[in-house]
């Protein structure tokens, strides 16, 4: 690792300054746990290293029934697993945080980390997709608030702008029955990245499909929604026919590569399998009425 | 047919003896050695797969501020040395055969300025035509790796006993097939290090994580130009070896040479990527084709391999192992007419080396499922084509193994049993199928030179405690445990008395080492030897002491009294004490020595290979699913013939452990290579199963004796990961229909081997 300066400041304001007078020298560091890695293997050499663990509130997470649920960056992924008003009003979200790596990784990485290293393997962002998440950026002159579906630009990059930090996630309000599934497909190991990762929500209206974000990890650059194939079944009657084309369509519309985890001909193909089985699952739960995190299903 | 329940100490679900020490952070790893004065060292790996070393320019390098010592082969005295051939060097030597070979060195103050050192070091190299696959390499014409070795052939082997066309001939049924196995990573916890120290008197000291401290002694000894006495090795606390750590790699040498050159310790410790390169050495990968012939009833009639094994730019152990892959299965089933072909090859990629197995579970990969065809072919249930097959006490194979104590259909009971097999296999159920296969091991093998023995000595301290020196060392396997509860059984004393020395090639007499599942064989028969000869001290002084005769007296529990008369009783420490204080007194001590009842095996690969065989039989129910492939193992059940158990804790962890290993080898493991380089030495892309991903996995251990074994043990290390792979393979063909036969067995092969047969 090449020797850096180290910064431990203690208000967003201060940060965002340090940010600012050291410009592209600076990293900042939050779990350190995508960070160090890039680091230690020299991929990465900042001159500066700020870091966000000193910022008050920064790992808070509130839920308000008008407001939705507001995460700050600073949260690690455990803390989320674990908060009740997680597990209670946003099952889709429990489901997909426990999956991450093992508590070794949850205990230490953040949300904001993780959507800030723009990694198309990771689980979060496709789930807050689904989800119609926003994120607020901030630098020292103001912030900005984005979808996050509009935040990831391609591999490894992100829409974050120099002097910016992601400060906190903003979660709608959870709607009464919507149904949801999250696949996660890990045929090597419990403990690896998604070969494929599929966040599925849909609003239905007894046979009809209202509304629908469909969107996946680990088969494209970067984290994607999959609009065409929603448009599928969006506002139409939910049959096999057309989740089966719905399906088909998202296998064109993701873009996977070849990697250790299989070929992007085999991860279309589950493309095809996983949206049908998400799409059996989410309305397995709304028919049962069954939508708390307890009943959240075992990976593929 | 003596029983465990005979037994005090031997038998009993003891506490690793080195458990406090490790679950409290306070064993002493590699790692954790420092040494006044200490520097760092870092290895500069060659980028090629095959290049010619024009010039190397170390001056920049020298200048940074913190660095002390910058060395390639000119610091060296450019000897090959290797485990079989000696065909490597510390470091590079004109030109580099593999990305990762070592080609230059940096001592520095602290390890981010050896590695800046490291970018300085200007390596000048004519890139030469490489070749990446075993077959190719031995064409006529492919580039050569090493000038003495024609067509990149570092060994054949080339053996027929009885017959084969006549008994293919009288064969029923034949069938036929082709796979591949992989090179797969042992991915101990730790990785390789070494601290190497240097006196000005010539002597090095190194410590270093090593599973055979002898060998790696004689070895860097060669390597240094010095003799073995000039090398002292010490063992740390090891993190696990799984053969990756029996010294076939340069660390140690690297870290020595630095030593020298700066007069101060250097430490060199792998970083992942440094060990994935060119550190514990993978699985020789394997192409076997067999064919074999059976009988109607399932008999075995003939068997034929061909096997070509990669050996990647150095030999290490694949001699060897490439020899266990051809001919040990024949110990396994009762075997006549045998012949095999195999080809040991150099390519431009990572030497491959010793794992747990030791060629076996490529073998086993291939011959298993083949008997498995045959059982599906012929109607039989596999797991009595086994039955029929399987070698029983007695039985000399026809390379000359003989086979003394063999519980192989015990074990396959057991595991019939656990598996419920007979039941599932009549309610068969769509998707989800039954596979087994059964293996042999050796307890130690008879291969560098004409010796597989071991020593240890005993002393009794005044107290009454008793250490045992030994040189076998500990990996992490539970050897000093077992060796402890040997002693304390034999010399009648409480496990709590019992104490066993770190290894340490200056204080202990030789001993080869944590290979071949020999340590509790081999090592703990010397141990046993030694603790006979002091108990023959104990009962001399005690006689005097009781007036009564040696023969009349008992040791238990640390006490020695005439038998029927316990009250009458003095303590194992009275004995120490009366024998040391007194005019002419002495010590307890004794030094005991054990060489196995084996041959070397002659030109022709005949004679035994080892004092006693050990056996297995391992089953597995899956499902799989015919939409993405996926496998998943519901039931894992293992029947070992070990012997007597000693520790059954310690014996339970190397069952899991080596199913562990033999699952990942068989779905999620493998080196993958593009053009020599690794495409995933790192475990985000190189998986290895975790806690999480074990199945429901029963074990059982045969009730079994070896006469030549210390209280009837034998070896156990290496059996619980030979047949896993062929294991899951035959249950997926019970479930599906479909064999994948290249490792591993992803779900992407079995999605397209589903859609083949449907074709
Ligand atoms: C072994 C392992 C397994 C993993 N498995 C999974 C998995 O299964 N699923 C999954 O989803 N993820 C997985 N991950 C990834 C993990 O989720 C991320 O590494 C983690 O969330 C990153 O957060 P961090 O706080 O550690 O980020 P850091 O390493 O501290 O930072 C990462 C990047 O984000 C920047 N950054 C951090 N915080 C902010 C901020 N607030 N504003 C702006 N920039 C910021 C940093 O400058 C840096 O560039 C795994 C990681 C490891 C090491």
């Known amino acids: 690792m090449v020797k850096f300066e180290y910064f431990e400041p203690n208000s967003l304001e201060e940060a965002c300054a340090l940010l600012k007078e050291h410009g592209e020298d600076a990293r900042l560091i939050a779990g350190g746990t995508a960070l160090i890695i890039m680091m230690r293997q020299r991929l990465l050499n900042p001159r500066v290293v700020i870091s966000l663990a000193d910022i008050p509130d920064f790992d808070f997470i509130r839920f308000d029934a008008k407001d939705g649920l507001r995460i700050g960056a600073g949260a690690r992924h455990r803390d989320i697993e674990l908060a009740p008003v997680v597990q209670e009003h946003y099952p889709l979200l429990y489901e997909t945080f426990r999956k991450v790596a093992q508590p070794r990784i949850r205990n230490m990485g953040t949300i904001g980390g993780n959507l800030v290293q723009g990694d198309p393997l990771t689980d979060p962002g496709a789930s807050l997709i689904a989800l119609d998440a926003k994120i607020t950026l901030r630098n020292a002159g103001g912030h900005r608030v984005i979808p996050v579906e509009n935040f990831f630009v391609d591999y490894y990059q992100t829409d974050l702008q120099p002097g910016e930090i992601l400060t906190e996630i903003h979660v709608p309000p959870s709607l009464p029955g919507l149904a949801w599934a999250h696949i996660k497909f890990l045929p090597r190991s419990q403990e690896d990245f998604a070969t494929v990762g599929v966040a599925l929500t849909m609003r239905l209206n007894g046979d009809r499909c209202q509304d629908i974000r469909l969107a996946f990890n680990s088969v494209a650059p970067i984290i994607m929604r999959a609009k065409r194939a929603e448009e599928i079944l969006r506002r139409q009657k939910v049959d096999d026919d057309r989740v089966g084309k719905m399906a088909e369509v998202a296998s064109t519309e993701v873009d996977p590569m070849d990697d250790n985890r299989g070929s992007a001909e085999y991860k279309r193909e589950l493309v095809r399998v996983l949206v049908r089985r998400a799409v059996k699952q989410a309305l397995e739960r709304s028919a049962t009425g069954k939508q708390g995190a307890k009943q959240a299903s075992a990976p593929a | ?759």
């Not at chain 2, 290895?43 to 797969?49: A, K, N, V």
């Not at chain 2, 097959?389 to 519980?407: L, Q």
């Not at chain 2, 990942?664 to 993958?672: K, T, V």
Request: net charge negative; charged share 25%; glycine share 10%.
């Open chain 2, 1 to 759: 047919m003596a029983k465990a329940q005979e037994f005090s100490v031997v038998g009993q679900r003891v506490v690793r003896v080195e458990g406090y020490d490790k679950v409290t952070g306070e064993a002493r790893y590699v790692a954790d050695v420092r040494l006044p004065g200490m520097l760092f060292g870092k290895i500069l790996r060659s980028p090629f797969p095959h290049a010619r070393i024009l010039n190397i320019d170390t001056s920049k390098a020298e200048k940074v501020r913190g660095v002390k010592a910058v060395v390639t082969a000119e610091d060296t005295v450019k000897r090959p040395w290797g485990a079989f051939f000696a065909d490597q060097y510390p470091l590079s030597v004109g030109k580099v055969r593999y990305i990762g070979e070592e080609v230059a060195a940096v001592a520095a103050i602290d390890p981010d300025t050896a590695e800046e050192a490291l970018d300085l070091i200007e390596v000048e190299y004519e890139e030469l035509p490489a070749v990446f696959d075993a077959e190719q390499a031995m064409q006529e014409g492919a580039p050569l790796i090493h000038d003495n070795k024609p067509r990149n052939t570092a060994m054949t082997i080339d053996v027929e006993r009885g017959d084969i066309q006549k008994a293919f001939t009288e064969s029923d049924l034949t069938v036929e097939d082709t796979f591949e196995s992989i090179p797969q990573w042992h991915c101990a916890i730790e990785t390789i290090g070494s601290v190497a120290e240097y006196a000005p008197s010539g002597k090095y000291t190194i410590y270093m994580n090593t599973q055979t401290l002898f060998m790696a002694r004689y070895r860097i000894a060669a390597a240094l130009g010095v003799r073995e006495t000039d090398v002292r090795v010490i063992q740390s606390a090891v993190g696990g070896g799984f053969g990756g750590k029996s010294c076939d790699d340069n660390n140690a040498m690297v870290a020595a040479i630095l030593a020298r050159k700066t007069g101060k310790p250097v430490k060199t410790i792998n970083s992942r990527e440094d060990e994935f390169l060119a550190g514990s050495r993978p699985r020789v990968n394997m192409k076997i084709s067999v064919k074999m012939g059976f009988k109607k009833d399932g008999k075995i009639r003939a068997k034929q391999l061909r096997i070509i094994a990669d050996n990647g730019a150095y030999s290490g152990k694949a001699p060897a192992i490439t020899g266990v892959a051809a001919l040990r299965h024949d110990t396994c089933y009762k075997y006549s007419d045998v012949k095999t072909q195999a080809y040991l090859v150099y390519t431009n990629k990572i030497p491959t080396g010793a794992f747990r197995g030791f060629g076996n579970p490529s073998a086993e990969w291939a011959v298993e499922q083949a008997i498995d065809q045959a059982a599906h072919e012929l109607g039989i249930d596999p797991a009595e084509i086994a039955r029929v097959n399987a070698a029983e006490p007695g039985y000399v194979s026809p390379h000359g193994n003989r086979v003394t104590s063999c519980e192989l259909r015990q074990c396959i009971d057991r595991v019939e049993k656990m598996m419920e097999w007979k039941k599932k296999r009549a309610e068969k159920k769509p998707r989800i199928g039954l596979g087994l296969a059964c293996t042999v091991h050796v307890s130690g093998k008879r291969h560098f030179g004409d010796y597989d023995g071991g020593s240890a000595t005993i002393k009794i301290n005044e107290d009454g405690k008793a250490l045992i020196l030994c040189g076998e060392g500990e990996v992490g396997q539970g050897a000093a445990t077992a060796m402890c509860q040997i002693a304390a059984e034999e010399l009648g004393i409480p496990m709590e008395d019992v104490e066993i020395s770190q290894a340490d090639t200056d204080l202990t007499t030789f001993c080869l080492g944590a290979f071949g599942s020999r340590v509790t064989y081999v090592g703990g028969n010397a141990v046993k030897d030694a603790a006979t000869k002091a108990k023959q001290q104990i009962l001399a002084m005690a006689s005097e002491m009781l007036e009564a005769r040696a023969d009349d007296l008992v040791i238990e529990h640390g006490k020695v009294y005439v038998r029927g008369a316990e009250a009458k009783a003095v303590t194992v420490a009275d004995v120490a004490r009366a024998r040391l204080f007194r005019r002419g007194g002495s010590p307890i001590v004794a030094s005991g020595s054990f060489d196995a009842d084996s041959v070397l095996p002659d030109e022709t690969r005949y004679g035994n290979e080892s004092g006693a065989y050990n056996f297995a039989c391992q089953a597995a129910e899956v499902g799989v699913d015919t939409e993405t492939g996926q496998v998943k193992v519901l039931k894992y059940v293992a029947a070992s013939d070990c012997g007597t158990v000693i520790n059954p804790i310690g014996a339970e962890g190397q069952v899991e452990g080596s199913v562990a290993q033999g699952l990942g080898y068989a779905l999620i493991e493998g080196l993958r290579m593009e053009e020599g380089r690794p495409i995933n030495p790192n475990f985000s892309d190189y998986r290895v199963p975790s806690m999480r991903d074990m199945p429901d996995l029963a074990h059982a251990f045969a009730r079994s004796y070896e006469p030549t074994g210390p209280f009837g043990a034998k070896g156990l290390g290496e059996l619980g990961m030979d047949p896993t792979a062929a294991v899951i393979s035959n249950a997926i063909f019970d479930a599906v229909g479909v064999r994948v036969k290249t490792l591993p067995i992803t779900p992407e092969k079995v999605l397209q081997a589903l859609k083949e047969k449907v074709k």
